[in-house]
């Protein structure tokens, strides 16, 4: 029997309402139920065996190009471009849109490391942004007060006043597969002449007022980690619906090399940054189960959304308004911001099977980037100690 109630442990309320609405949703588990499992229930096998079969494994081959054939389709974009990851894909989405060395591109506090170490990547600075906690993605309204009060437009370039840093672009980021709220978030760019690029690694198959994310920015990342809702094994894509970026997404991601039969020419440093064949064929099975999986994760937040009403001390992180989530991952919120609480209760959790992890520590804590300009970012830091995921995989609604 798995123990809810290991020795030592002070009866606290909201541990046990917690406990008991997982245990309704999960049932009791005498093992462990992973935080997010991929599924092969699909052709996937058969596709990396005809990879095998025919030694197309690697850079080139028909299932790279179908991929990007299938996710412009489905995200409704221009292009969709296979790269070897989405931290690969951010890089050079930020490459794209003209961020250059000395540069400060604004990237929520809360977010995963990717979008901080890209932007490093290109010589630039991460300048942190607050979160809103509807969405946990970037507070509009905030960002523009920020804004008003440390930057300027110098012929038509938001420079930060302080450190003379031109500030290019604005990353917002669908937490969990929420959708940002997109229409204020894209005024507030407007308004500072900053490109948009969104961090939609977590977001496929989440669509804002009806479009699918990663169509909005001018550029998009995606993921496909094997942690995410559909995975190459390792892999990513950049997204736009610009012809002509799409055009330099791909050349800069395969070495910048110019068409020839024979000759190697290439005519810009570029990167091998391509996704492996092997790896887009896994991808072209597992979207092809795309719309069954995301109503099994929409069935599982139903069931945790009924199981945690009612617990005091907690809700359970629900799709904005006007969006429809992928739940990729289910996040529950203590009303209380108390690092000890949080970390007592994730101890309960993971003792009793079901495995939990916290959000994100905020960037700005992080060594690297202690020193990188930010805003007032009071509600990430209040969201940090309160945010905690549960076991999220479509297979836990079969
Ligand atoms: C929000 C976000 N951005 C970027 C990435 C980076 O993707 P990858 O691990 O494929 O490099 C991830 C996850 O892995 C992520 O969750």
């Not at 997982?22 to 052709?43: A, C, D, I, N, Q």
């Not at 509807?134 to 440390?150: P, S």
């Not at 529950?332 to 916290?358: K, Q």
Request: with cysteine.
């Amino acid at each position: 029997m798995p123990k809810l109630f290991t020795e030592g442990h002070v009866p606290d309320p909201v541990a046990e309402g917690v406990l008991s609405a997982m245990k309704s949703v999960l049932g009791l588990t005498s093992g462990t139920v992973p935080l997010h499992e991929p599924e092969f229930r699909g052709r996937e096998a058969e596709y990396v065996k005809d990879c095998i079969d025919t030694g197309w494994v690697s850079s080139v081959g028909s299932y790279v190009d179908r991929i990007e054939v299938d996710l412009a389709r489905i995200i409704g974009v221009e292009r969709a471009v296979a790269v070897v990851n989405g931290t690969a894909a951010l890089q050079v989405c930020l490459e794209l849109a003209g961020v250059k060395a000395g540069d400060e591109v604004l990237i929520p506090a809360l977010t995963f490391i990717a979008a901080a170490n890209a932007v490093s990547y290109v010589g630039a600075r991460p300048h942190f942004v607050d979160s809103e906690d509807r969405t946990l993605g970037v507070d509009a309204v905030k960002l523009d007060r920020h804004l008003a009060g440390h930057a300027e437009l110098r012929e038509d370039v938001c420079v930060n006043r302080r450190t003379g840093a031109s500030i290019r672009a604005l990353v917002v980021m669908h937490v969990f597969g929420h959708p940002s709220e997109m229409d204020d978030l894209c005024a507030v760019a407007k308004r500072w002449n900053l490109v948009v690029i969104e961090d939609a690694a977590e977001s496929l198959g989440s669509f804002y007022k009806g479009q699918h994310t990663g169509g909005r920015g001018l550029l998009a990342a995606l993921s496909f980690n094997g942690n995410k809702v559909v995975t190459t094994g390792g892999g990513g894509a950049i997204l736009t619906n610009d012809p002509e970026l799409g055009r330099r997404a791909k050349h800069l991601t395969t070495t910048a090399r110019t068409p020839h039969r024979w000759n190697f020419l290439h005519d810009e440093v570029g990167y091998n940054y391509r996704m492996p064949n092997l790896n887009a064929a896994l991808g072209c099975a597992q979207l092809e189960r795309l719309d069954g999986m995301l109503a099994r994760k929409r069935r599982l937040a139903e069931r945790y959304a009924t199981a945690f009403e009612g617990v005091p001390g907690v809700r359970l992180l629900k799709e904005p308004r006007g969006s429809t989530s992928n739940y990729w991952l289910n996040a529950i919120i203590l009303a209380d911001s108390n690092l000890v609480t949080r970390d007592r209760l994730l101890e309960r959790l993971n003792d009793a099977g079901y495995m939990s992890r916290p959000i994100w520590t905020l960037l700005h804590r992080l060594p690297m980037y202690a020193d990188c300009p930010r805003a007032d970012l009071s509600v990430a830091e209040n969201l940090e100690a309160r945010v905690i995921n549960i076991p999220s995989s479509a297979r836990l609604a079969d």
